[in-house]
């Protein structure tokens, strides 16, 4: 089992940046593919980035894509993601999320959530 505990967001304005960080606590890190995900008022929760045990794949949502990126340090059981160009769309609640083994794109699929950090971006 693993605990999921995210920092690093705030208000920021837009064309800004952010670096989230999610720290992981309990049994081998190393063996979890991390993801990020993200919900906004009344909307659903949607796949931000994800990345394998080894940090040597990564995977974005579209509306992401060249703006965030998503890394793991094994030796600090953390993973990030670094958020550039930040539009107001991108205000939501962000989570990081692990499962066991292999990357995954549904929130289904991990077993394991932080309480979130919320990041707000004004116009």
């Known amino acids: 089992q693993v605990q999921l505990v995210e920092s690093g967001g705030g208000l920021v304005q837009a064309g800004g940046s952010l670096r989230l960080s999610c720290a992981a606590s309990?049994?081998?890190?190393?063996?979890?593919?991390m993801g990020w995900f993200r919900q906004a008022p009344g909307e659903e929760r949607e796949f931000v980035a994800a990345?394998?045990?080894?940090?040597?794949?990564?995977n974005y949502a579209d509306s992401v894509k060249g703006r965030f990126t998503i890394s793991r340090d094994n030796a600090k059981n953390t993973v990030y993601l670094q958020m550039n160009s930040l539009k107001p769309e991108d205000t939501a609640l962000y989570y990081c999320?692990?499962?066991?083994?292999?990357?995954?794109?549904?929130?289904?699929?991990?077993?394991?959530w932080g309480q979130g950090t919320q990041v707000t971006v004004s116009s």
């Open positions: 990345i394998t045990i080894s940090g040597d794949i990564t």
């Open positions: 999320a692990a499962r066991s083994y292999y990357m995954a794109y549904r929130d289904s699929a991990y077993n394991y």
């Open positions: 309990g049994r081998a890190f190393s063996s979890y593919a």
